[in-house]
């Protein structure tokens, strides 16, 4: 049954992708390491064709940078490019907080409404984990809830291009801020745990709290990659 090789063949993909994403993510994977689709497929015993595919889809997410002539490679991101992370991050969730404040997003009209409510909790119990992971210092738990939460709540949104491009910028962010927070023995206290305050602020549509929530992650987030930078340069 041909049906049968290529949804293998999907199920491989993403099996390798969700591998590499997971080591990159983790560190264990360090920034500039160069590999071949030859080398990961003899590395997972699998045939090159979903190893491409794999890497062709974690670099359209940013996870890995492509050279046609010499494979791929973990992206090695600078101090300017986490800070213009930073910066788009906030641009595309004050416009989301703004859009909610003039009433744009029906999502938020009723919060009481039961699909409404749902998705909210469901949100917020991924902030919970979030939490309980960064007070913990479990960054890779963290990195996982914290992605999550952050693309099921920017669904609610309803624009799916800008829930997209946000969850790419996040996925970046981590991919350049683990390179430095993987080098401190105990993170509990340096991870950022307010994921729950943002849910109930935007549920209450206190923009002006929750933006102020994500401006104060922000500069958090980035004075604590400098500092560690800076020590470590």
Not at 121 to 143: H, K
Request: glycine share 8%.
């Amino acid at each position: 049954m041909p049906g049968n090789g290529a949804v293998t063949r999907s199920t491989l993909r993403q099996q390798i992708a969700d591998a590499l994403r997971d080591e990159v993510l983790a560190g264990r994977l360090q920034p500039g390491l160069e590999f071949t689709v030859k080398e990961i497929a003899e590395q997972y015993g699998v045939s090159a064709t979903p190893v491409r595919e794999a890497l062709v889809e974690l670099s359209a997410q940013g996870i890995l940078d492509a050279d046609q002539h010499r494979g791929f490679r973990v992206p090695e991101y600078t101090l300017a490019d986490y800070r213009g992370m930073i910066e788009a991050r906030s641009l595309v969730t004050d416009g989301m907080f703004l859009a909610l404040a003039d009433g744009l997003h029906p999502a938020f009209k009723d919060p009481e409404e039961p699909r409404v409510a749902a998705a909210l909790a469901a949100v917020r119990r991924r902030g919970e984990e979030a939490q309980r992971a960064a007070t913990a210092g479990d960054l890779t738990i963290l990195i996982g809830y914290d992605l999550r939460f952050w693309r099921e709540l920017s669904a609610l949104f309803g624009n799916p291009y800008l829930a997209d491009f946000l969850h790419r910028l996040r996925v970046q962010s981590w991919v350049c801020a683990v390179q430095h927070l993987r080098r401190l023995p105990d993170l509990r206290g340096y991870l950022w745990s307010r994921h729950t305050e943002l849910v109930d602020a935007l549920s209450r549509r206190d923009t002006e709290t929750a933006r102020g929530i994500v401006a104060a992650y922000n500069t958090h987030s980035l004075a604590l990659i400098e500092r560690l930078a800076e020590k470590n340069g």
